[in-house]
C-alpha cells in the first residue's frame, strides 16, 4: 500500500465549496496544528487531518493531501453524509476527496456517542513518548485498513473512550490520535501529553 492514498469504498459525488461555517471551528485548530508542524509535509506526502461531528451524525473532515497548506478553505473540506466502519464504506461530497483516515474518524465516532471530534497528528517525538510510556496503542497495523479499525475498537473494548481518549498508532509511523466531546477537548488532551514530555 502506498502512503497518503485513499484504501476505502466510497462514493464521492463533487460539489460547490463546503460553507465557511462548517469547517470554521476545524481551520481554526488547524492553524495552531500546522504552526507546531504537528500537520504538515514530509518527503512530499501531506500528514494531520481533523473532523468535526455534526449533531446528524454526519461529519466535516480534512481533505486528502492538504497537510502542504498553510490555511484550508471550503475547497479543501469534504463532507461525510454516510459511514459504515464494519462494511468499510463511506460517502462524502465536497469538491474534495476526504482524507484517507476518514474511516478511523468514523470508526472512533461509534465508540461513544458524545465524541464529536477528532484530531491525527504526526510528531515523531510524542510518538515516541507515548510508546515507551504505556500509552494506549494499537498494534503494527497500516493506517486506513480494516485492520486499523478492528484495532481501533480492540483498545476500547474494555476502556471508557472519553476517560482515556488518546492513543498513539503503533504500525503508522509518528502517527497519533486524541478525541473528545468538542474540538478544544481534542486539543487540549493533545496539549496535556506534550506537557508531559517536557516536565
Not at 39 to 49: A, D, K, P, V
Request: glycine residues 8%; charged residues 25%; negative net charge.
Amino acid at each position: 500500500m502506498i502512503d497518503g492514498v485513499i484504501k476505502y469504498n466510497f462514493d464521492f459525488r463533487p460539489t460547490s465549496p463546503l460553507h465557511v461555517s462548517q469547517y470554521k471551528d476545524i481551520e481554526d485548530v488547524r492553524s495552531r496544528l500546522y504552526a507546531l508542524k504537528l500537520i504538515g509535509i514530509s518527503n512530499g506526502i501531506g500528514y494531520g487531518n481533523i473532523s468535526q461531528k455534526n449533531s446528524d451524525g454526519t461529519f466535516i473532515i480534512t481533505g486528502t493531501q492538504t497537510g502542504d497548506l498553510s490555511s484550508l478553505n471550503g475547497e479543501h473540506y469534504a463532507y461525510i453524509q454516510e459511514y459504515n466502519d464494519r462494511k468499510f464504506y463511506l460517502k462524502s461530497s465536497g469538491m474534495i476527496k476526504p482524507s484517507s483516515e476518514s474511516l478511523t474518524h468514523a470508526t472512533i465516532y461509534n465508540l461513544h456517542e458524545e465524541i464529536k471530534a477528532v484530531i491525527h497528528i504526526h510528531s515523531k517525538y510524542i510518538w515516541n513518548f507515548m510508546l515507551k510510556n504505556s500509552y494506549l496503542k494499537t498494534e503494527d497495523v497500516d493506517y486506513g485498513t480494516k485492520e486499523m479499525i478492528d484495532e481501533v475498537n480492540r483498545i476500547y473494548e474494555d476502556t471508557d473512550p472519553l476517560s482515556d481518549a488518546k492513543f498513539v498508532m503503533s504500525g503508522h509511523e509518528d502517527g497519533v490520535i486524541s478525541f473528545g466531546r468538542t474540538l478544544k477537548e481534542a486539543e487540549i488532551t493533545l496539549y496535556r501529553v506534550i506537557s508531559r514530555i517536557y516536565m
